[in-house]
């Protein structure tokens, strides 16, 4: 196992009720005016937006609505953002919602104390030195943004996504109530259980490296993801289902550390992902639920010498009994991919809305920062073979 450095600087509020720490939270990081961001409303019909007005209110902390955020966000709503907070000399970003709110706002975050275009630091030309101060109260669970080092931003006509990860982009505090996830819809309840999924098996499948403590937590996410997903599909208000699954999200991510120490390398579905996204506006873990399997499928075929590693997952994660490492690991890929399914995911692309004439652009743009993969090299080729399986 490699050496490395392990620090998670965000404060987490977790549970019923933890709204009541916001003002102070806001307060002991300098805040007195606030821009307040979310999306499209759902704060408003759900009550969490008079609960946080509430809060300020009785800080005495003023705050300005930066409203209409929207999924898969793109740099003209990072800009909007930008030029609210220097308008109204906020001091303090709050960010209320899921990932794509999160990210603008972080992305803000960054963008208001550089002298540049933000353009500069989301496409890497700059590193971001500083960041105006931010907490999150996270109304849906997936992303892992709530706490962690990254942010997702669409730039220019392609809507090509941008993540950049950095230190100074983790928020100061996170507000996890799961009962504020009661209201998302099921099929972004069920988008964001993939998410979280995704990223931890993209976390998991790494050659063997003896990193025993990060590969035996994640087991044990995944196994939880698998066994409350369909608990929150029943009852969208089984609050210790939800609790699970936030605080999954949240493990999933932070800090990076069930990957510390492994040999991964880019995030290879995600890369593949973003530019279905991009070209579809798909909804980011519908379109990991789609290429997970295939790329399970493709990895075994293409490097076979893998198969006790997918075979372990399908024993100790999919709860396969079979000793025969060929059979589990397709066995396990099957029940993946019947979970999916359970859980109201397209099962292909075709179905997804996918045209066909498209998968060699996607796999094009997909690597064009470079080949993705670390259990066998995944250029154009390998890409366009995971879409056609996934087809
Ligand atoms: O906009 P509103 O009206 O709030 O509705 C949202 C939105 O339509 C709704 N929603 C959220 N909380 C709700 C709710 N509806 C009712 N009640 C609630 N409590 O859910 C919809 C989807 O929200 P969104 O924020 O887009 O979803 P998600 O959290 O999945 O975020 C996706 C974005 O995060 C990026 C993705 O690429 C995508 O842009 N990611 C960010 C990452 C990170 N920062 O680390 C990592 C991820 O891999 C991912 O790439
Ligand atoms: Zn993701």
Redesign the pocket.
Known sequence: MDNFIFHIPTKAYFGKGQIKNLGKAIKANGGAKVLLG??????K??G?FAQIVDQLNAEGINYVEFKG?????HIESVEQGMTLYHEEACDFILAV???????TC?AVSIGVVYDGPVLDLLLGKEVPKQAAPLGSVL???????EM???????VGKQHK?K?LIHEK?FPRFSILDPE??????EY?SM??CA?IL??LMEQYFAPECGADVQDGMNEGLMRVVLERTPQILENPRDYNARASIMWASSMA?TGFHLRLGKPTAN?RL?MI??EL?SMYDM???VT?ALLTPAWMRQTISKAPEYLPLFARFARNVMNIREANDAIAAKTGIEKLSQFYKRIGMPTNLSEAGVRENDLKIIANRAVENGQLGCLYAIGKNEVLSILQDAY
């Open positions: 979310y999306g499209g409303g759902s704060i019909k759900n969490i955020i929207q999924p898969n966000p919602g899921g990932g794509s709110v999160i990210d972080k109304t849906m669970a997936g992303t892992g943004s962690d080092q990254a942010a997702v931003i669409s996504k993540a982009l504020y996830t009661f209201t998302v819809p972004h988008a964001g998410d995704c990223h991510l995030s995600h992902g973003h996204s909804t980011h873990g990991l």
